[in-house]
């Protein structure tokens, strides 16, 4: 499944969703993980509707994405597109919440997650376990 963080430099989760410049976004699985690149998150809209559109529109493949904060109506926003919101509070190493996905991927993943499994479009290596 993909992952999305917000983080000045894809190591530490150190961003609020609404102020990030990117985000990089993780490919992760019982077995592999690896970060597949960086989205850009900047958008020149005035309104801040239409910046939170573009920003969930800018991780709309992935299943979650982990911030250290977020506003209620970004947070609705990315629930009602099937992407899960997870607020950190504190700055996290990237490579923690990995390792942490990927140990619940290995065992008996909450149904949340289970469908955020499904959620992937075809062709990824996951599909391939």
Known sequence: MK??????????????FGQCSSFFVWEIGADEA????KVDALTTAEDE??????????????????TMQIGGPAAAKLVA?????????TELPVS???????????????????KALHKESAGSFLDEE
């Open 3 to 16: 992952v999305a963080f917000t983080s000045t430099d894809g190591q530490i989760i150190d961003q609020h």
């Open 34 to 37: 690896g970060c597949v690149g």
């Open 49 to 66: 509707e239409d910046r939170i559109s573009a920003r969930a529109n800018a991780i709309a493949d992935c299943a979650i994405v982990y």
């Open 81 to 89: 597109r099937k992407i899960h919101p997870m607020k950190t509070a």
């Open 96 to 114: 923690e919440i990995v390792a942490k996905l990927q140990e619940v991927l290995k065992g008996n993943p909450p149904p949340w997650l289970r």
